[in-house]
């Protein structure tokens, strides 16, 4: 197995987690002429064509000469393209490892759909990444299918390792579908929380700009100091609070109408709904 650096990455669908993804790659200097994007819509096709890669409308085409290949539609979409590869890749030796990031499909179905007309199965890892790859601060999960081998896995774990700070492998494939409900759709819960917190701010009179700059950089200060201090979360918050002050008082009002509800409720629907998109 090639290394990363050697490796013909093929990404099917220039999409927006692809194109994170590859803007994370890029920057961590893998060669723009190892990296193939499939994508039928001209304007993802052109943006990511004027970063360097290799861009074509065509499935086959990008698969073809891959080591890895991936799977960066959207879940409905998922079984026309694996169908669509799994042929022409019926008269190839080795088969290019398949990634798919389409939330909830099962490793059952993508080697199903991907099987060639000889009946072998690709080797299929399943991968819940994260938009923040695109400024490598990633956090993926993994499952492999058991015949993925362990050389394979270290370059799936390399390609991850590129844009994610944090890659975990889960021990049994569901589980995958509660990375999605964390941390593949967590990135949009921080920017609806700072959303929130502009336009209260905005309407309790602060200009929209100040209040914008304020709360991105608590979220960024908030998140750096949950990565580096050896505290838990639940200590960081309680050094915020002072006795009966301003955030003993915010925080008594999210509880009394059941943050941590609202939270459970928000991670199982996102959590059954990857299971739900697996299904169909
Ligand atoms: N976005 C995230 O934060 C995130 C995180 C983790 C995992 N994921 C998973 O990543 C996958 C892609 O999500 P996304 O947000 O990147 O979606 P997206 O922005 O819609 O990207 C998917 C791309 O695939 C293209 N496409 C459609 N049919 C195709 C075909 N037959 N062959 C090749 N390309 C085709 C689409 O083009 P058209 O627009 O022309 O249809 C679109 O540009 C999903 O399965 C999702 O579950 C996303």
Redesign the pocket.
């Known amino acids: 197995m090639p290394s990363l650096q050697s490796s013909k990455l093929a990404f ?9 993804i590859i803007g994370g790659l890029l920057s961590n200097n893998v060669a723009k002429s190892n990296i193939f994007v ?4 001209d304007v ?1 096709r052109n943006k990511l064509a004027a970063t360097g890669v290799q861009t074509t409308t065509s ?1 086959v085409e990008a698969g073809a000469q891959a080591d890895l290949v991936i799977i ?4 409905q ?2 079984q ?2 694996c169908e669509e590869l799994g042929a022409s890749w019926s008269g190839r030796e080795r088969l290019p490892v398949v990634v798919s ?5 099962t490793l059952g179905s993508l080697q199903e759909w991907a099987r060639t007309k000889d009946g072998r199965a690709p080797h299929v890892v399943r991968v ?4 923040p790859a695109l400024v490598a601060e990633g956090a993926s999960g993994a499952f492999a299918s058991s015949d993925v081998t362990a050389e394979e896995k270290e370059l799936v774990n390399a390609l991850l390792g590129s844009v994610s700070k944090a890659t975990e492998w889960v021990e049994k494939e569901e589980l995958l579908d509660v990375v ?1 409900g964390l941390s ?2 967590g ?2 819960y921080f920017f609806a929380m700072v959303e929130h917190l502009v336009a209260s701010a905005t309407a309790l009179g602060l200009p929209q700009d100040q209040a914008t700059r304020l709360a991105t950089q608590t979220c960024l200060g908030a998140g750096k100091m949950l990565v580096e201090s050896s505290d838990e979360p639940s200590q960081l918050r309680k050094n915020v609070t002072s006795p009966n002050g301003t955030t003993h008082a915010a925080l008594q009002t999210f509880e009394g109408l059941g943050f941590k509800d609202i939270v459970d409720k928000a991670v199982k629907a996102a959590t059954d709904r990857a299971a739900e ?1 697996g299904k169909k």
């Open positions: 099917i669908g220039g999409g927006n987690m692809a194109s994170a499939a994508e039928p819509w993802n499935n960066a539609v959207k879940p979409v998922a026309t393209v990031i389409a939330a909830g499909i819940m990444p994260n938009t999605t593949g759709s990135p949009a998109l």
